[in-house]
């Protein structure tokens, strides 16, 4: 196999470091709240913009992530929140080296500090390297024979403030194509919903918890329900930045609806889970050399596409800030499970 592309940013994490998971809740900043939403000047400027579908993702060319004013990210956090996916073409993001990409991401809040990737040696668990390669396995070795792998969810909900404007980039793509990233609107898959169905929902909440699915698997149930950390958080949220109602459910650590009887909790999600991934109100995006994604958690969840051939080799960097606390889209509807 060929050296990989950059060396610098291959997975490390010393044996047994874990940061921990619990985040109490604190005051977080909304840059997206900040931008005028009649006058985004980033796309002024020369910029070519193409919508993915109508529902959700953009593609933006011409403008550098790396070189834009606080201005120009706050319009960036105002978009991904509206479009749920916003994709960057020709960025030199991958070039600029940790300090700048840290700092431009920092700008959204802090951030997160991942329990279990690896991280580029020298820098610290805010970065998250998604890697691939024969040794290492793809996302299919590494969860065993299943029909398909869509892994929808939306990242690290456990913690009372949740991930934010989340930047994802590309470093090596696989050899033979593939590897995409696909993303689905929680915001349109709530509007789809008929308005006797929205009534019921924006009552409930969801307990989130840290032991996952993926987490019991790696260190046993005993373990990840020993170290667990677990919330609640509204069903239906309203958006921070948008003011819309966005149906924050997710499959892989919302497992449970406060209130509910277990077979009531997990007939309705299962409904949930397969309705929002619809490809009415999904997109699936192709990764270029030079490509930055930027979403909104809140806005949007996404899942892995593994299906690049086993051996060949992927390599991407993550990095998350944690926005505010979720708040009820209805609060006059919602039954605080607390
Ligand atoms: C993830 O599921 O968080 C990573 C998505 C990807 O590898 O495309």
Redesign the pocket.
């Known amino acids: 196999m060929a050296n990989p592309l950059y060396p610098d940013y291959l997975p490390t994490r010393p044996d047994g470091y874990s940061p921990t998971l619990d985040v109490p809740l604190f005051e977080a900043d909304e840059p997206g709240t900040r931008a005028d939403p009649t006058t985004p000047s980033i796309l002024k400027a020369g910029a070519t913009i193409t919508n993915i579908t109508p529902i959700i993702g953009t593609e933006i060319r011409g403008i550098q992530l790396s070189k834009l004013t606080h201005t120009g990210l706050d319009e960036v956090a105002f978009l991904a929140a509206q479009r749920g996916v916003l994709v960057f073409r020709e960025q030199d993001f991958a070039d600029i080296g940790f300090e700048k990409q840290k700092e431009v991401v920092k700008y959204y809040g802090p951030l997160h500090k991942h329990p279990t990737m690896g991280y580029p040696a020298g820098t610290g668990p805010e970065f998250h390297v998604?890697y691939a390669d024969e040794k290492a396995g793809n996302l299919r070795t590494l969860l065993g024979p299943h029909t398909t792998y869509d892994?929808w969810?939306v990242?690290q909900t456990f913690t009372p403030n949740v991930p934010s404007t989340t930047f994802?980039w590309v470093l090596e793509i696989p050899a033979s194509g593939g590897?995409d990233?696909a993303f689905t609107s929680l915001t349109a898959a709530y509007e789809a919903l008929s308005p006797a169905f929205r009534e019921l929902l924006g009552g409930l909440s969801l307990y989130h918890t840290s032991a996952s699915v993926g987490e019991v698997a790696r260190v046993g149930m005993e373990r990840a329900l020993k170290e667990a950390v677990n919330t609640t958080h509204p069903l239906v949220i309203r958006h921070p930045v948008t003011r819309k109602p966005s149906l924050f459910v997710n499959p892989t650590i919302a497992r449970k609806i406060e209130g509910f009887l277990p077979e009531e909790s997990d007939n309705l999600l299962k409904f949930l889970h397969d309705h929002f991934r619809s490809l009415d109100f999904s997109c699936r995006v192709k990764w270029e050399k030079g490509t930055v994604v930027v979403w909104d958690q809140r806005a949007a969840a996404?899942?892995?596409?593994p299906d690049f051939a086993d051996g060949e080799r992927r390599h991407?960097l993550?990095m998350i800030p944690y926005g505010t606390k979720p708040q009820p889209a209805f609060p006059e509807k919602f039954i605080d499970s607390k």
């Open positions: 998604v892994l969810h990242d994802f590897g990233t996404h899942s892995a596409v991407m993550r």
